[in-house]
């Protein structure tokens, strides 16, 4: 099959099949006389593996890690469990620094009511007054409220 159709048959756009492919996360396919690409449906489950990995927020090389695994039947599957605890430490930490991120979304938004011009906007006031939040200055890991010590 050509790569339009390996394309069709996984949901994935063409230029990203190519970029997997530059990547080094799909082989390089064989080649017709008319040197087209020709893939099978080897590369139809691979790359479906690839996105599907690609829809748990996995990055390339921890993809990269898991295809090693996957491409050696006979491997002990330690890095892809140990991968996983990782990834998975990684949406917790994630979801908590959200959850912050919301209650200081929610702090901010009650500092104005309804009926204020933007002169009078508690919500502005805050955002000139206020230093950023450390997940600004700091990065993701780090997350400050908004609201000032009482």
Do not use: W
Request: glycine share 6%; hydrophobic share 35%; proline share 7%.
């Amino acid at each position: 099959m050509k790569i339009g159709d390996l394309a069709r048959l996984s949901d994935t756009p063409v230029d990203t099949v190519r970029y997997y492919e530059k990547a080094g996360l799909m082989p390089v396919p064989p080649r017709s006389d008319a040197n087209y690409r020709r893939y099978d449906d080897t590369h139809v489950a691979r790359l479906r593996f690839i996105r599907h990995c690609r829809a748990l927020d996995l990055s390339l090389d921890e993809i990269r890690t898991l295809l090693r695994v996957r491409d050696d039947p006979q491997s002990d599957c330690a890095d892809a469990n140990h991968l996983i605890d990782e990834h998975l430490a990684h949406v917790r930490r994630r979801i908590e620094e959200l959850r912050q991120l919301e209650a200081q979304l929610q702090d901010l938004r009650a500092a104005c009511g309804p009926g204020h011009r933007g002169g009078e906007c508690g919500i502005l006031a805050r955002l000139e007054d206020e230093p950023a939040p450390a997940v600004l200055r700091e990065g993701p890991a780090c997350v400050a409220t908004l609201h000032k010590p009482r």
